[in-house]
């Protein structure tokens, strides 16, 4: 019961963050929508949207990239807590340990997504996902081999690095590739994939774990990430947008 006491304060501070998220979107976020315009354009629905979006060779792929990178990053997940209380050596602050593991590949996220954003607008996003897909693996598999929390902290921190460029270069790519009109369609089916990714990753993640240990996981997911890699040069490279 004290363990379950302990969890209630971070439940009360997620939702006070989300109600303040939503009264944020509700005060400041404005859109130029026209009712009656949108009202005229013929409605699909939302199979036929995924067939017309999947005529396009690329947004299949990065429907497929976003998964994957999901699942990849996700399934060493489950295990991670006891990951690092088994480097640290003792149940003692494994909690804040196992947290600042977590929390530091969002804080090199956060620093290198506007650098990185800014040099794909330069030299393309289809490089920088590329590059970012071979760095994110390249710090995943050594996450197996490393011998203490400072280890794994650093490799983790490097790996933030790279996964800031991941997802901010798909969804620029998916705004390219899309038809004209369906935008709001293919981040909706992208955003579904990567539940999709969180969901199984989760799910076979801690599947295997029984069997090929959180290490086994780390290599499978960098793995998976270079396989990804192959997919996006396949597929993203060799055909033009296929719209105006």
Known sequence: MADWVGFRPIFYITGSLLFLASLACLLFVRENFNREEAAKVPQISVLAGLRELTKTQQLTALFAVTFLLQFAMISPMTLLPLYVERLHGTAVDASFWAGFVS??????????????????????????????????????????????????????????????????????????????????????????????????????????????????????????????????????????????
């Open 103 to 244: 929390a530091v590949t969002g804080m090199s996220n956060m620093i290198t997504s506007p650098i990185l954003g800014r040099v794909s607008d330069k030299i393309g996003a289809h490089r920088i996902l590329t590059f970012c897909l071979i760095g994110a693996a390249a710090m995943l598999i050594p996450q197996a081999f490393v011998q203490s929390v400072w280890q794994l902290i650093i490799v983790r921190f490097l790996m933030g690095i790279f996964m800031g460029g991941l997802l901010p270069s798909v969804n620029a790519l998916i705004r390219y590739y899309t038809p004209d009109g369906m935008e709001s369609r293919a981040f909706g089916f992208n955003s579904s994939t990567l539940a999709l990714g969180n969901m199984f990753g989760a799910l076979i993640g801690g599947t295997l774990a029984g069997f090929i240990g959180i290490e086994g996981l780390f290599i499978m997911s960098g793995i998976l990430l270079l396989l990804n890699t192959i997919w996006v040069r396949t597929k993203l490279y060799s055909k033009p947008k296929a719209h105006a």
